[in-house]
């Protein structure tokens, strides 16, 4: 079945500093991937998404591209602020209207 | 501009007790709603799906029920709550079905006891 996997549960940076977030997935259908951040207490809200492969998507300064050869779809920012502390999750969705998240990723940044 | 509200805010349930949550969308004609549950810091679990009136999909049971009495309105209930229910419950809209935007309300944090 339909499903993501995101390798690190918590990435620990210094303000500044570049960071990529791994997402991998399966899936038969042809690929809708996301990703959404959740701060502290908030409601998770679309970071990026797409569905066409090697393409860059760019929003907030973060970056994603769809790797459709190795079922990919990294998230990535080149200097981290501490406002990027949150959780970020990678999702997948089908056309049966089914949305797969990942477990996510905690990301904190210090000073 | 569209709104979506959920209520309520926050409940501690006994164990056995029933449930109600409630979310509403305002400013979108027939949008396609979701709910879903998320386990403390945890991942978010797609609980059920509708696209029109009426119509609701399960994805997941966990002894939870669901239904959309108008176009602007979902609810989430049970008739017995487990303590395995505990977590935050969020609505959820999109125009077009899964493969486009969820944009999320504010939740419900819910504890049983």
């Known amino acids: 079945g339909d499903s993501v996997t995101q390798t690190e549960g918590l990435v620990t940076l210094t303000k500044g500093l570049p960071v990529m977030l791994n997402c991998t997935y399966q899936t038969t259908y042809s690929p809708f991937l996301f990703w959404y951040v959740q701060h502290l207490n908030e409601a998770p809200k679309l970071l990026l998404k797409?569905?066409?492969?090697?393409k860059r998507t760019e929003h907030q300064g973060f970056y994603a591209t769809l790797h459709k050869s190795s079922s990919s779809f990294h998230l990535q920012k080149s200097s981290v602020q501490l406002s990027d502390s949150a959780l970020y999750f990678c999702?997948?969705?089908?056309?049966?209207?089914?949305?797969?998240f990942g477990d996510g990723t905690q990301l904190v940044v210090k000073p | 501009a569209q709104t979506i509200h959920q209520w309520p805010v926050a409940e501690i349930k006994a164990v056995g007790s029933p449930l109600s949550l409630g979310c509403t969308i305002k400013g979108k004609s027939s949008p396609n709603l979701y709910w879903y549950w998320q386990a403390t810091g945890g991942t978010l679990q797609q609980l059920f799906y509708?696209?029109?009136?009426?119509?609701v999909e399960s994805v997941v049971q966990l002894n939870l029920s669901a239904s959309r009495p108008k176009d602007d309105q979902f609810i989430l209930s049970t008739e017995k709550l487990l303590l395995s229910h505990s977590g935050f419950y969020l609505c959820a809209w999109s125009l077009r079905g899964a493969q486009d935007t969820q944009y999320f309300g504010p939740g419900t944090r819910l504890l049983v006891l």
């Open positions: 797409s569905s066409t492969d090697n």
């Open positions: 999702a997948l969705s089908d056309p049966n209207n089914r949305i797969f």
């Open positions: 509708s696209i029109t009136v009426g119509q």
